[in-house]
């Protein structure tokens, strides 16, 4: 009788995971990676580190996200507009933005740059003292430092006055800072969620897919959007360094198309439909639309189902 060793085995096997993994994590970045860089990237790394490469592959090169809007959401027939009196560049870029969000941009909208958090911050704050009906606040990192902290209690106040709060943070962004602003928010009674909090094990594996949205809406009447996350880093930070960034005021129709995009989110993050939002009437001339409402739209239909 042959004798085969626990060690033969153990090799064997090590060599059939490895190559069954890395064949069927590069044949699948192969037929699904637009860009072949990204593509040939992912498929060395799957040869190259065995067992290894399959497992980051499958667990961060996957967008599970992207991947589903595409199976729920056909190519929006709308075109956008034709742009007469704008450049090429800008008549391309309404384009893109429509065939991205699915929606039309829409006229009669005022937007205001506000330069860095010591210009936004204070006018976010203004508003959400001054909501009566509902805030929704979404945001990649909130941080508990003064700033985020000055966020948490203006959020509690207006809960406290019996405003509708809804506060969507990033499951990765949450872990920017210490202690986690989840759990305070929730302490202040304010109903907080965390957008995909990153899981190890399938069948729920979610580290890639990341909210990055920015945005307040208030009584659904005005907005704030840009690229500033929620604390200090935004307004010369305890580290004294300055974070040059820029949020927007906005008044006027494309609120609605916001709130949809929120509401949107927070439907897969948690499961509750939020009420829609009238479209305000116009406020100025402004030509605007999101950019990136589909994917939400698509997990929702995903998570329905």
């Known amino acids: 009788m042959t004798h085969i060793s626990v060690g033969t085995l153990t090799g064997a096997l090590f060599v059939v995971l490895y190559f069954g993994g890395a064949a069927a994590a590069a044949l699948h970045a192969l037929l699904t990676k637009p860009d072949p ?5 992912w498929i060395a790394v799957c040869w190259l580190f065995p067992l290894g490469g399959s497992i980051l592959y499958w667990l961060l090169g996957i967008n599970r996200v992207a991947t589903h809007a595409k199976q729920r959401i056909p190519v929006a027939a709308a075109a956008a507009p034709a742009a007469t009196a704008d450049t090429n560049a800008l008549a391309a870029l309404c384009r893109v933005g429509t065939a991205l969000s699915g929606l039309p941009l829409l006229e009669g909208n005022a937007l205001e740059p506000l330069q860095n958090g010591e210009a936004a911050f204070p006018r976010m704050l203004r508003a959400i003292a001054e909501a009566r009906h509902t805030v929704w606040l979404a945001t990649y990192i909130f941080q508990t430092d003064k700033i985020g902290l000055k966020f948490v209690e203006a959020l509690r106040a207006a809960v406290a ?9 990033d499951g990765i962004g949450e872990w920017y800072d210490w202690p986690h602003v989840v759990p305070l928010l929730r ?14 094990f399938p069948p729920n594996l979610s580290l890639n897919c990341r909210n990055h949205r920015k945005l307040l809406l208030v009584d659904g009447s005005v907005a704030f959007m840009g690229g500033m996350n929620l604390g200090g880093r935004e307004a010369r930070g305890s580290t004294g ?8 005021s906005i008044h006027g129709p494309v609120i609605a198309q916001l709130a949809d995009t929120f509401a949107a989110d927070w439907e897969f993050a948690c499961g509750e439909q939020l009420a829609s939002t009238a479209a305000p009437p116009p406020a100025g001339s402004g030509r605007c639309g999101p950019v990136a409402r589909r994917v939400a739209v698509a997990s929702v239909e995903k998570r329905r189902r």
Do not use: Q
Request: glycine fraction near 2%; charge should be positive; hydrophobic fraction near 45%.
């Open 37 to 41: 860089r990204s593509a040939v990237s």
């Open 161 to 169: 006055r019996g405003v509708e709060v809804r506060v969507l943070v």
């Open 187 to 200: 302490r202040a009674r304010v109903d907080a969620a965390r957008f995909l909090p990153p899981r190890l």
């Open 241 to 248: 360094r300055r974070m040059t960034d820029i949020h927007f």
